[in-house]
């Protein structure tokens, strides 16, 4: 089968969904909802959809071969089975070599031209996730923004800023990623989003707040199923807790986590090429001692702990004064993976 082809997708979120910590190399943010569009546009070039299209011509060869010779429409001699297998395996590999390298002039045409206009793979993208904001304010904020920008794909991830408050109100996060998904659904877009990781194994200093999490990730589950996106159950992997997959901070994904969430989603979407390897456990790490432990413990309380808690007590937020990465949806710039 063809796979759909996206022409608008629209990220809406806080700081994981704008990026942090994965550096782009320019002073700002790339993030798992870059890479994402990067796989979507990527899949969607001329050349990825040629080579996907010759292998299912492949697989239909191989399956009617076998479909016919099941069904007792062999022919006589092995021979002629052999002969004729080899000239459709030849002529599936010539019609896809020649799609691959742009044979014909009418396809050598629209491929300059879509070169011409800055076009790679027909994706637009525009990211409206701020840092720092709850599911409140996104849907407030945020929503209006990415309905009016009409997508044919979304997503929507919120709830960990509402789970470090002390007003953390679950039915009303559930509610409001509900809306979100729903108003974005009945629009006519592809939605998906994912569970939150534990972070006890990240941030030991957290395991108070680990139920909040998994109470979360069950609404989420609930209101996905109910609203028609698409859920990627990352929480309920554990190689989405390894703390070599976050940054220094314990908050964000590094640009290894960024990846492997990235590569979810698309394999999620179904996007050919992607596979469930993104689930796969790191290698085993030898144990620190107990001194290294309580070191970088203590370091990570004066570095991020101690500066957030301060922020929070005078009500202030790294997103304050902030504005989103791209609030305009431009062509998807491919980058080499």
């Known amino acids: 089968m063809v796979p759909r082809v996206y022409r608008r997708y629209v990220a809406i979120g806080d700081s994981t969904t704008e990026g942090m910590d994965d550096p782009d190399g ?16 990527r899949a ?15 697989e239909r060869a191989v399956l009617g071969d076998a479909g016919r ?21 030849e002529r599936t590999a010539r019609v896809g070599a020649e799609r691959l390298a742009g044979v014909g002039a009418e396809r ?8 011409g ?41 919120a709830g960990m800023n509402d789970i470090l408050r002390g007003s953390f109100d679950l039915t009303a996060v559930a509610r409001d990623i509900f809306e979100m998904q729903h108003a974005l659904v009945a629009q006519g877009a592809t939605v998906l989003t994912f569970t939150l990781p534990d972070p006890a194994p990240v941030m030991p ?8 999490v998994l109470a979360l990730n069950e609404a989420i589950r609930k209101t996905t199923a109910d609203s028609g996106a698409i859920l990627l159950d990352l929480g309920a992997y554990a190689v989405a807790s390894d703390p070599r997959l976050w940054s220094d901070d314990r908050l964000h994904a590094n640009s290894a986590g960024h990846e492997r969430i990235g590569a979810a989603l ?3 979407l179904g996007l050919p090429g992607f596979d469930d390897s993104w689930t796969a456990e790191l290698p085993p790490t030898p144990l620190r001692r107990r001194h290294e432990t309580i070191a970088a413990e203590l370091a990570w309380i ?3 702990l101690l500066p957030w808690a301060g922020r929070h007590l005078l009500g202030r937020s790294l997103g304050d004064n902030r504005v989103c990465k791209r609030a305009t949806p431009s062509p998807v710039v491919l980058i080499d993976p």
């Open 108 to 115: 050598s045409a629209r491929v300059e031209a879509e070169r």
């Open 69 to 89: 010779a099941a069904a007792g429409d062999a022919e006589p001699a092995a021979l002629g089975d052999a002969e004729r297998r080899a000239g459709a395996a």
């Open 302 to 304: 004066r570095r991020h």
């Open 44 to 58: 969607q070039t001329p050349a990825a959809q040629a080579a996907h299209a010759a292998s299912g011509e492949a």
């Open 266 to 268: 698309a394999y999620t």
């Open 205 to 212: 200093i957290a395991r108070p707040l680990r139920g909040r």
């Open 26 to 41: 320019a002073g700002g943010y790339r993030g798992w909802a870059d890479r994402f569009a990067e796989h979507v546009a």
């Open 117 to 157: 206009a800055g076009a790679q793979g027909g994706l637009e993208y525009a990211n409206l996730a701020i840092r720092g904001r709850t599911t409140a304010r996104i849907r407030a904020e945020q929503l209006a923004p990415a309905l009016d920008l009409a997508p044919d794909l979304a997503t929507v991830v």
